[in-house]
């Protein structure tokens, strides 16, 4: 290996593997352990004490990518994570930034039609992401798809995204609107978060998250730092995108009754599949118009899969 120019460092490396080789043929019973030892006993290569190569001399790195690069690593240390993590990591992301201080930061990531920058907030723990678009930029109306460019903008809003080391992070921007030809000056659809919401989508996931976990929505809240009323609107959205979402598998054993919530004589009517332990209706009131608003927009086929109802004979439902 020596005439072949191998440097030493390779060529004990290269050793150390043909010791694992014998020291599993010895187990094997394929050798005998004395070539085991033997080859143990082998000392390794030292520098300068035979015509083995030399590995090349580590050269300084240039101090323009030094400076390139200082950011990222004081990023880290001040934010816990890298620029790129921080900014909805994304493939082929192209960094332009500068850095004044200690306690601000501004990164200009490209983000798809977004520019984003970012602002870390040492005193507040906040982190402030900014977005903005190209003036050139095109988007889709939300409703026919058709692309247009961008006509003017909505007020700017802040939305919630999930800390960043115990950060508060919080999305600001002004949504871009289009004007369609067919439904006339509309606010687009940013990847970040649905309409009229103020958490950012995995902000919201997490937020089922922790609600789903806890016993009570007050619970939650209190971990979550939010509102009841914004954890109602979190919840109302999912079973909207859920009911969306879900097949119409007929029914064959149905479960009806009746459960109590807050104060008072108030009741809802539920209505749930037995058999797949899934929700299939839900109504205000226990009376016989709130049962019946189930059966009202299913189809022959699907009432003609039902095979059985548990109920407890309450008499509105009979």
């Known amino acids: 290996m020596a005439r072949q120019g191998r440097t030493w460092q390779v060529i004990n490396k290269a050793t150390g593997y043909i010791r694992q080789m014998f020291k ?4 094997e019973e394929l050798v005998k352990p004395d070539q085991l ?13 035979v ?6 001399a580590r050269e300084a790195v240039a101090k323009d990518f030094v ?12 934010c816990g994570c890298w620029p790129d993590e921080l900014c909805f990591s994304h493939r082929g992301i192209r960094w332009e930034a500068t850095t004044s201080s200690i306690s601000r930061y501004w990164v200009y990531p490209r983000l798809g039609k977004w520019w984003v920058d970012v602002r870390l907030e040492v005193k507040g723990q906040a982190v402030h992401i900014s977005l903005d678009h190209d003036s050139e930029s095109r988007f889709n109306c939300p409703k026919c798809e058709r692309e247009y460019g961008c006509y003017d903008h909505a007020p700017g809003r802040t939305w919630r995204h999930l800390n960043t080391c115990q950060f508060q992070t919080l999305v600001h921007s002004s949504v871009p609107r289009v004007r369609c030809e067919e439904h006339g000056v509309i ?9 009229h919401g103020c958490f950012t989508i995995l902000m919201e996931r997490f937020v089922i998250d922790v609600l789903l976990a806890c016993q009570t929505v007050k619970g939650a809240c209190q971990l979550l730092n939010i509102s009841w009323d914004q954890a109602w609107h979190v919840m109302d959205r999912a079973v909207k995108r859920g009911t969306l979402r879900k ?11 009746e459960k109590a919530f807050r104060k008072g004589h108030r009741y809802l009517t539920i209505v749930n599949d037995i058999e797949r332990g899934t929700v299939e209706f839900i109504s205000e009131n226990r009376k016989k118009a709130s ?3 189930f059966y009202k927009p299913r189809t022959p086929e699907q009432l003609r899969a ?4 548990a109920m407890d004979m309450w008499e509105p439902y009979v």
């Open 51 to 56: 015509n083995a190569a030399e590995s090349p």
């Open 24 to 27: 599993w043929a010895v187990a």
């Open 247 to 257: 097949e119409a598998i007929p029914s064959r054993i149905l479960g009806v009754d």
């Open 67 to 78: 400076e390139a690069t200082r950011i990222n690593g004081s990023f880290r240390q001040f």
């Open 306 to 309: 039902i095979e059985a109802i």
């Open 37 to 49: 030892v033997a080859l143990t006993a082998l000392a390794p290569l030292r520098y300068g004490a």
């Open 291 to 293: 049962l019946a608003e």
């Open 187 to 195: 606010q687009v659809k940013v990847p970040w978060a649905e309409p």
